[in-house]
């Protein structure tokens, strides 16, 4: 599943490529059609981002409209456009870019739809093509509001390094795991599966400690480091945890996740720092990854 620096990216390239032009919107697929009539022809006016949620929102109603995309574990967008439209080939579940050409002209012509496309944004100079997502609704904006307030902190967000408090605070008042906290949105809005595993190995904390049970300054410690990773991970498009002091050189062969993280999908294999193999469990039937001897 996508995590939140991809729904950041996403909300980067729309803001670059359509806010400010008229969309023609459309659902080959058929099953956001109704909606996509209510916005067709519509300015899009903003895009951005609450961890994984990405927000779209367009004027030419007589309240803005929006639309809320959560991508989910299948989802992907995927673009393309003319000379003029620079964006990435696909974010979300691996897809391929599609770029056709006019053979008289050498125009730019919109690409057929591929596959079940649940939403098209189309300008004069590209396309944005959704399949696959966990959820593609139109919302007014007092239901975006509602919708963004059920979402903790956001480590990608505005002031989010202002927000280690507030992510203090939730922790601390559940009794459940951290490994398990920082996986619920309402906590920590974007981190996922890669993020838990890295951010709690960098931070030395065991994800089976109670939340209420780690120290306030430890909490801080583990949202700093989230920050940290996962704006490395939005400017960077891939997911790197490794600093490069600890990285191996040559790369291991065997164990090229021993390259970009240091426990995720590393069972078995040797902790970069103390040697002790990693171990792997499951959590709330989501994998979990940590080393037992660096984190306490």
Same mark, same amino acid.
């Given at each position: 599943?996508?995590e939140?620096?991809?729904s950041?990216?996403?909300a980067?390239?729309f &803001?670059?490529?359509?806010?400010?032009?008229r969309?023609?919107?459309?659902s080959?697929?058929?099953r956001?059609?109704?909606?996509?009539?209510?916005?067709? %022809?519509?300015h899009?006016?903003?895009?951005?981002?609450?961890?994984?949620?990405?927000?779209?929102?367009?004027d030419?109603g007589?309240v803005?409209?929006?639309?809320h995309?959560?991508l989910?574990l299948?989802g992907s967008w995927?673009?393309? %456009?003319?000379?003029?439209?620079v =964006?990435p080939?696909?974010?979300?579940?691996?897809?391929?870019?599609?770029?056709t050409l006019?053979?008289?002209? $050498?125009?730019?012509?919109?690409?057929d739809?591929? $596959?079940q496309?649940r939403?098209?944004l189309?300008?004069?100079? $590209?396309v944005a093509?959704?399949?696959?997502?966990?959820?593609?609704?139109?919302l007014?904006?007092?239901?975006?509001?509602?919708a963004?307030?059920?979402?903790?902190?956001?480590p990608?967000?505005?002031d989010?390094?202002?927000?280690?408090?507030?992510f203090?605070?939730?922790?601390?008042?559940r009794?459940?795991?951290?490994g398990?906290?920082?996986?619920?949105?309402?906590i920590?809005?974007?981190?996922?599966?890669?993020y838990?595993?890295e951010g709690?190995?960098?931070?030395g904390?065991s994800?089976?400690?109670r939340?209420?049970?780690?120290?306030?300054?430890?909490?801080?410690?583990?949202w &700093?480091?989230?920050?940290d990773?996962?704006?490395?991970?939005?400017?960077?498009?891939?997911?790197?945890?490794?600093?490069?002091?600890? =990285?191996?050189?040559?790369p291991l062969?065997?164990?090229?996740?021993?390259?970009?993280?240091?426990v995720?999908?590393?069972?078995?294999?040797?902790?970069?720092?103390?040697g002790?193999?990693?171990?792997?469990?499951?959590?709330?039937g989501?994998?979990?990854f940590?080393c =037992?001897?660096?984190q306490?």
């Open positions: 599943m996508p939140g620096d991809a950041h990216r996403l980067r390239a &803001d670059n490529l359509f806010v400010g032009q969309c023609a919107v459309s080959p697929q058929g956001f059609a109704r909606s996509a009539e209510l916005i067709d %022809g519509a899009l006016t903003s895009a951005h981002a609450v961890g994984k949620h990405l927000f779209l929102g367009f030419g007589p803005p409209s929006w639309i995309v959560h989910g299948y995927r673009f393309s %456009g003319d000379s003029t439209f =964006a080939a696909s974010i979300g579940a691996p897809r391929r870019a599609v770029t006019a053979a008289d002209t $050498g125009e730019w012509i919109p690409p739809p591929v $596959g496309v939403l098209r189309r300008t004069a100079h $590209g093509d959704l399949s696959g997502p966990n959820r593609c609704e139109l007014t904006d007092e239901e975006r509001i509602a963004e307030l059920k979402l903790g902190p956001d990608l967000g505005p989010a390094r202002l927000a280690a408090p507030e203090v605070r939730r922790v601390k008042s009794r459940r795991a951290i398990e906290l920082i996986m619920d949105q309402a920590a809005a974007g981190v996922g599966n890669i838990r595993a709690l190995f960098v931070s904390i994800p089976m400690r939340g209420d049970r780690v120290s306030a300054n430890r909490i801080t410690i583990l &700093d480091h989230l920050c990773l996962m704006e490395r991970g939005l400017e960077g498009g891939r997911i790197e945890t490794v600093d490069p002091q600890d =990285a191996p050189v040559p062969e065997g164990d090229l996740e021993a390259s970009r993280w240091y995720y999908h590393r069972t078995g294999r040797p902790c970069l720092r103390c002790t193999p990693i171990s792997e469990k499951l959590m709330q989501r994998r979990l940590w =037992a001897g660096c306490h």
